[in-house]
C-alpha cells in the first residue's frame, strides 16, 4: 500500500531534477550535459540543503517569536556520518529523489556513496550526540547542537601488510561541504593566556592581554522526521584575529604575535583520537575552551535580545554538557556574569548553577578529566582564580556538615593537591550543575554508589539520576535497514513506529507466524549476502552467508574485550584442527566480524588488531575449516560502515568486563536489526536483555559486584592461567608457538592476562564458551526459534529509540517542551 511519506508527485520529480540541474550549472558553474556522479551528489545534496535551510529559517523565526525555554546540548564529539539518505528520508521525499536522480541518467544509491562521512568523533559519545539531535528535531523541541569543526576527523585506519594499524589524516573538508552554511558574520573573540588585575570592593577582576582569536561559526541544520522543525548543529573554526594581542604588537614584540597568531590556526585543526582515554594535552583545553566561550556567548546574546534580568537565565536556557569535555563553560559563564556583566559573585553562582546538567559515560579512572594547575592558570588566570573560589565555598559548606573530616574535604576537593595539582573536572561538573545523569540504570547506579559517593551524601539522592542511551530509528532502521522497515510498516498498517517506537512491540505476536518469520529471515539473508558482497569486493575474503555472522564493532579497548573473542576463535580453530571429518559435520558455520580503530598511542589495543587480522589470515585460508569460520576485521569502521554490518548481524558482541562500559549504542542498534545479544551483565546489555526476555538473549560472565572479589584474587592470590582456564592456556601456548607471525610479538598482550589480568578474561573465558554452545545449539538445531528470538529481540527495542530518551532529559531535566513549527 502506498502510504502519505512515499507518494510520489510527477511534478515534484520534475521540479526537484530541474533544481539539481540548477545547481549544476549556477552553484557547481558546470555545463548540465558534464555532469559525472560527484557532480550529481553534489548538486543533488545542494538541492535537499535549499529545502533544510527553508525549513532552518523557519524555525527560527517561529521560535524567535515564541521564546520559550531552549535547551543547548553541548558535545566536542559529532559523529554524523553521512546526510544525503538521512535527509531526504527525514523529509519524506527518498522516492522524488530517487526518481529524479533516474530522470537525470543516475541511480540514487551511486550518488550516496560518493558522500564522504563527517566523522568528528571517536565513537559512542559522538554518536549519542548525533542521535539526540536527531530526536530533538523530530520531537521538535527548541534545541541547538554546539561543537568544534575539525579540519581533521578521526583518522582513516589502515592495515599494513603484517596487519598493523596505520593512521592516515581524514582531510574531509577538501571536497566542498554541501550541509554546513558558513556564517562568517558570526564571530566571536576568544582570549587565552594573559593577566588578571583583580578591581578592587568588588568580586571583579579585569582579564587583558595574552592572546586572542576568533571562532567562526559553521552551521548543520538538522531535519527532523515528519516535522517541519529542522534543528542545527553550530560548530566553530578558530581563526586568527587581525591586530590582537596589540599589546605585545606595540611593545615591538612582533614576533611573539606572529607566532601566537600560527597557534591559532591549530586548535580546531583535529580531533583527539583517543575514546575512553584522557589526555592532558594544552591543545586539547584551547579547544574545549574556544568552543564553550563561543558557544556561550551566542546563547547569551540570543538571551539579552529579550531584554530580561539575568535571574531569568535559567528559565530560558539550560546547558547539558556531554560529558566533562565543557565543563569549563561553569567557569566561563561566572566569569562573565561577573566581570563583564557586573553581578555579585554570590548572585552569579545561584544564576550558573540553575543552567548546567551533566552527563557522566564512564567510571574508568584513566578516563577522568583532570587539569594540571599549572597549565591552567597559564592558559585561563581568570577562570582558575573562579574555579578557586568555587571550591572554597564549596568545601566550607562540606566542612560545616561533617566538622573535622579533613579526609573527606581532600576527597572531594575540586583541587587534587599533590604534586602536581589538579583540577578535577567531574567534580566541577557535578558541584555547577543541577543535576547529574548516567547513561544505563547499572552505571549510573556506580556512579552514586562508587566515584560519586560523597557527592551523593553532600547533594542528596535527587541531584543524581539515569537517562539510559538511546538510538534514532530513523537512520538505525528506516535507512540502513529498509527491507526490514517495509516489513514492519506493512505489518502494522502505519509509518507511526518511526516516531513512536513502542509500538514495534504490536509485533511480537508475529514471531508466532511462519509467513512472518520467513519475510523476517529473508531480508537477514539479503543483508547477509549484501555484506558480504562488499567484504568479497573490498577485502578478497568469501563468506558463508549460511554461517552465524557475529559481530563485534566498536572502538579497540582492553576493557571491551575484543581479546576474549578473538582467543574463544582461536580456541574454536583448535577445535575444528582436532575434529575428526565426521565430527567436522557437527560444527556450526561462524564467520566472526571485527572492525573499530584504536587509540593511535594505544599500544595493547593495536596489538589486538594485529592478532585478529592475522588469525584471520591463517583461519581463512586453512583447507581443514572450509566454511566453518572465517573471521574478518574490517578496516577504518566508520558511520557509514555501520548502516551495512548491523543489518547483516546475526550475533551482537557485547563482552565488556562487568561494571565497565557505561552503556554501550551499538548492542541496541543490533538488537534492533535482530541481531541477538550475546553479552556480559553489564551497561545496557541488562536492559536489552530486560526487554527482549532473558530467553532471547544469551548472557555470561561474572556479574559486577564480583568483578572486584576476582580482580583481587587475580592480582594477590594469581593462580597459574593453567589453573584459571586450561582452554585459555592452550590457546595462549598456540600464540606463543608462532602460529600467527613470529613467536614473541605478542608477548605484551598476553602477559596483560597471564599477570594480573585486571579485565577478568581468564575468568571469563570458560563461560564465554558455554555461551557460544548455547548459540551453536540454537543454529543448528532450530533455525525457527532463531528467528523467532530475533523478531522479539528487535520488536522490543522501543525504549531505546532516542526520543525516548530525549524525552525523558526533557521533562526530567531540561523543563523544555516540544514547539512544532506549524504546517501552513
Ligand atoms: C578526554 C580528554 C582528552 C582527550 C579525549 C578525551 C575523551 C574523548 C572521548 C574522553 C572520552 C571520550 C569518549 C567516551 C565515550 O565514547 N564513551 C562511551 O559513551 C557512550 C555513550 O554514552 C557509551 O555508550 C559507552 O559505554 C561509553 O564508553
Sequence with gaps: TALKANDVDEDDVQGVANTIVRHVTTSLARQAGNMDTIAAYQATALSVRDQLIKRWNETTSYHTARAPKRIYYFSIEWLIGRSLDNAVLNLGMKNTYEDASRKLGFNFEDLLNEERDAALGNGGLGRLAACYIDSMATLSLPGWG?????????????????????????????????????????????????????????????????????????????????????????????????????????????????????????????????????????????????WCSASLQDILRRFTKLELPWTQLPDYICIQMNDTH?????????????????????????????????TNHTVLPEALEKWEVSLFEKLLPRHLQIIYR??????????????????????????????PKYVRMAYLAIVGSFKVNGVAELHSQLLQATIFKDFVEFKGRDHFTNVTNGITPRRWLLQCNPELSALITH????????????????????????????????????????????????????????????????????????????????????????????????IQPWTFIFAGKAAPGYYIAKLVIRLIVNVGKIVNNDQDVGDLLKVVFIPDYSVSIAEVLIPAADISVQISTAGTEASGTSNMKLALNG??????????????????????????????????????????NPTPLEQRSPELAAVFKHIESGAFGDAGIYDSLLKTVYEHDYYLVSNDFGSYLAAQKLVDELWGGDPEEWTRKAIITSCSMGDFSSDRSVQDYADGIWGVESERVPDN
Design 390 to 419: 568555587i571550591n572554597h565555598d564549596f568545601l566550607q559548606q562540606v566542612a560545616k556538615r561533617w566538622p573535622n573530616d579533613n579526609d573527606r574535604l581532600a576527597r572531594m576537593s575540586i583541587i587534587e593537591e599533590g604534586t
Design 675 to 716: 541481531a541477538l545479544l550475546l553479552g556480559t551483565v553489564d551497561g545496557a546489555n541488562i536492559e536489552i536483555a530486560e526487554d527482549a526476555g532473558e530467553d532471547q538473549c544469551f548472557m555470561f560472565g561474572y556479574l559486577n559486584d564480583q568483578v572486584q572479589q576476582v580482580r583481587y584474587n587475580n592480582s594477590y
Design 326 to 358: 565543557p565543563t569549563i563553560v561553569i567557569a566561563e559563564l561566572m566569569r562573565i556574569l561577573i566581570d563583564e556583566e557586573d553581578i555579585s559573585y554570590d548572585q552569579a553562582w545561584k544564576i550558573t548553577t540553575k543552567v548546567f546538567a551533566y
Design 146 to 290: 554546539y561543537g568544534l569543526r575539525y579540519n581533521y576527523g578521526i583518522f582513516k585506519q589502515m592495515l599494513s601488510k603484517t596487519g598493523e594499524q596505520l593512521e592516515a589524516p581524514d582531510p574531509w573538508l577538501d571536497r566542498e561541504n554541501p550541509w554546513e552554511i558558513a556564517r562568517l558574520d558570526v564571530a566571536y573573540p576568544i582570549r587565552f593566556y594573559g593577566n588578571v588585575e583583580p578591581v578592587a570592593n568588588s568580586d571583579k577582576a579585569v582579564w587583558s592581554g595574552g592572546m586572542e582569536c576568533l571562532a567562526v561559526a559553521y552551521d548543520t541544520p538538522i531535519p527532523g522526521y515528519a516535522t517541519k522543525n529542522c534543528a542545527n548543529i553550530r560548530l566553530w573554526s578558530a581563526k586568527p584575529v587581525q591586530g590582537f594581542d596589540l599589546n605585545s604588537f606595540n611593545a615591538g614584540n612582533y614576533e611573539a604575535s606572529v607566532h601566537a597568531s600560527s597557534e591559532v590556526g591549530n586548535i580546531t585543526q583535529v580531533l583527539y583520537p583517543n575514546d575512553n582515554m584522557y589526555q592532558g594535552k594544552l591543545l586539547r583545553l584551547q579547544q574545549q575552551y574556544l
Design 491 to 586: 505489518s502494522l498498517g502505519s509509518e507511526a513506529w518511526l516516531t513512536n517506537a513502542q509500538l514495534l512491540k504490536n509485533l511480537i505476536p508475529m514471531a508466532e507466524q511462519k509467513e512472518f518469520r520467513k519475510a523476517f529471515d529473508i531480508i537477514k539473508q539479503n543483508n547477509k549476502r549484501r555484506l558480504a558482497e562488499v567484504i568479497e569486493q573490498e577485502l578478497g575474503i568469501t563468506l558463508n552467508p549460511r554461517s552465524v555472522f557475529a559481530a563485534q564493532i566498536k572502538r579497540m579497548h582492553e576493557y571491551k574485550r575484543q581479546t576474549l573473542n578473538i582467543f574463544a576463535i582461536i580456541h574454536r580453530y583448535l577445535e575444528i584442527k582436532k575434529a575428526s571429518p565426521a565430527d567436522r559435520k557437527k
